[in-house]
């Protein structure tokens, strides 16, 4: 092999993509919530009663009880893509997807969260205590009775689509910066964010959301 063909080649390989997991996929390429565990704040009989994947691969929440999917493996670094909506004809409400939880379960675990209530989206919130930093004009904190120290890094600007349509989400989560992405535009991003690995979360917030298409990048691999 000449050594121009070597380049070319160690050049292909070191430019790649990077594998990434369809979370809502079997080993056997069925479409399931086998990658997932359920935390519920209230008893609940089963997890379809609240979570379910449709012919079409898309995964409701029915909203009620207040709770989460959560992945079985914990993850540090990573980029998730996924897809969010209201669904047609329902009232937009709240939601938001959860990384680097540590802790115990509870209705809300100290996390990052990505923010999905509606005139909140693409907002980052610390929960009980997570810690995350950014622009001052842009930066709350606060202590609440019930979720202890609230961070809140709000967006740069609204981008989110009406209900009935799809949203599209890129959360990328490296060292202690995270960078969220609301339908093609980056609309935050939060510096000194804890280190720390944890499963990532779909909550349950009372009103029915929609989301598809979840892949997943491990970035410490």
């Not at 967006?155 to 490296?174: C, F, H, M, S, T």
Request: with cysteine; hydrophobic share 40%.
């Amino acid at each position: 092999m000449t050594r121009f063909l070597a380049c070319v080649l160690i050049g292909a390989s070191l430019s790649a993509p990077a594998w990434a997991d369809d979370l809502l996929k079997s080993e056997d390429g069925q479409y399931s919530l086998e990658q997932w565990n359920c935390f519920s704040g209230e008893p609940i009989a089963d997890v379809a009663a609240v979570w379910t994947i449709d012919k079409d691969e898309v995964l409701t929440c029915a909203g009620l009880p207040r709770g989460y999917l959560y992945t079985k493996k914990k993850y540090t670094n990573f980029t998730l893509k996924l897809q969010w909506r209201w669904p047609p004809e329902s009232t937009p409400g709240k939601g938001g997807v959860l990384c680097r939880m540590t802790g115990e379960h509870q209705v809300w675990p100290k996390s990052l969260e990505a923010q999905i209530n509606v005139g909140s989206e693409g907002d980052f919130v610390g929960l009980v205590g997570f810690v995350l930093d950014g622009p001052a004009d842009r930066l709350t904190k606060m202590d609440h009775e019930q979720f202890g120290k609230l961070t809140f890094l709000a967006k740069r600007k609204p981008l989110a689509k009406p209900a009935g349509q799809w949203n599209d989400y890129e959360i990328q989560v490296n060292g202690d910066k995270a960078t969220l992405r609301l339908n093609g535009q980056v609309v935050n991003e939060a510096t000194g964010c804890d280190v720390v690995a944890g499963p990532i979360l779909l909550t349950s917030e009372n009103d029915r959301i929609q989301f598809r298409n979840l892949e997943l990048t491990n970035l410490d691999d």
